[in-house]
């Protein structure tokens, strides 16, 4: 079976310092895989997703970035945090093979910049 | 452009109780998947019920069902026999299915299940 992992579950960085949280998935391969980010009380914004090793895409331009050094491997990451950068992010993957088109999340990472 | 649209922002219903939530989109697509995801206070998102637009069939999952009217781009979400566990927020989106797999998420509708 598929399962994804994200990693730290919760971060607290200071404004000014860098950003890393990764993501993993099992059983599968050739995913698409997705960063979301939910401000409190809100829904879900696409930061980025991906088809493949080294595709990223950016939906909202901002101070984060992306990277897919592996084909389940998938990494978000800041040079330097924004206050406005806090909130919850989810990873997710999904897939046209099997069930198809069904998106499956990671338990999120709190991330709050101080 | 595609979009989810979730008019509900709360809803209270007791246990053993029935509660529908809605949710329309916009598309110009024929051939898509549409969803509900809840995601209770753990916050961790969880599917709850999946539709394949082109079945004209609604999808069942126990004590979730759904209705949906193709033609009035409308997909509802009816929990009967309510329980404490479904507190939670739900999440109504679809993708296209094309191979970007690109979802579309509503703002959401929190639930609250009272004893």
């Known amino acids: 079976s598929q399962t994804i992992h994200q990693w730290p579950a919760t971060l607290v960085q200071p404004v000014g310092s860098p950003l890393s949280l990764e993501c993993t998935v099992e059983?599968?391969?050739?995913?698409?895989l997705y960063w979301y980010r939910q401000a409190a009380g809100r829904g879900l914004q696409l930061l980025f997703y991906?088809?493949?090793?080294?595709?990223i895409s950016s939906e909202v331009p901002q101070n984060l970035s992306a990277s897919r050094p592996q084909d389940r491997q998938f990494i978000l990451s800041s040079k330097k945090l924004l206050l406005s950068d806090s909130g919850f992010y989810l990873c997710?993957?999904?897939?046209?093979?099997?069930?198809?088109?069904?998106?499956?999340f990671g338990e999120g990472s709190w991330l709050t910049v101080v | 452009a595609q979009t989810v649209t979730q008019s509900q922002p709360e809803m209270s219903v007791q246990e053993a109780e029935t509660v529908t939530l809605s949710c329309t989109y916009d598309?110009?697509?024929?051939?898509?998947?549409l969803f509900w995801y809840k995601q209770p206070p753990s916050r961790q998102m969880i599917l709850v019920i999946r539709?394949?637009?082109?079945?004209?069939q609604n999808a069942t999952e126990n004590r979730f069902s759904v209705n949906f009217q193709k033609a009035a781009k409308s997909f509802s979400l009816k929990i009967s026999d309510s329980q404490l566990g479904d507190t939670a927020m739900y999440f109504c989106?679809?993708?296209?299915?094309?191979?970007?797999?690109?979802?579309?998420f509503g703002a959401g509708t929190q639930v609250v299940v009272t004893p």
């Open positions: 997710a993957w999904s897939s046209l093979q099997g069930y198809g088109n069904t998106i499956y």
């Open positions: 059983g599968t391969s050739n995913p698409n």
């Open positions: 991906s088809v493949g090793i080294g595709q």
């Open positions: 598309t110009s697509e024929n051939n898509y998947y």
């Open positions: 539709q394949e637009a082109y079945k004209q």
């Open positions: 989106a679809f993708t296209t299915g094309d191979s970007w797999g690109k979802f579309q």
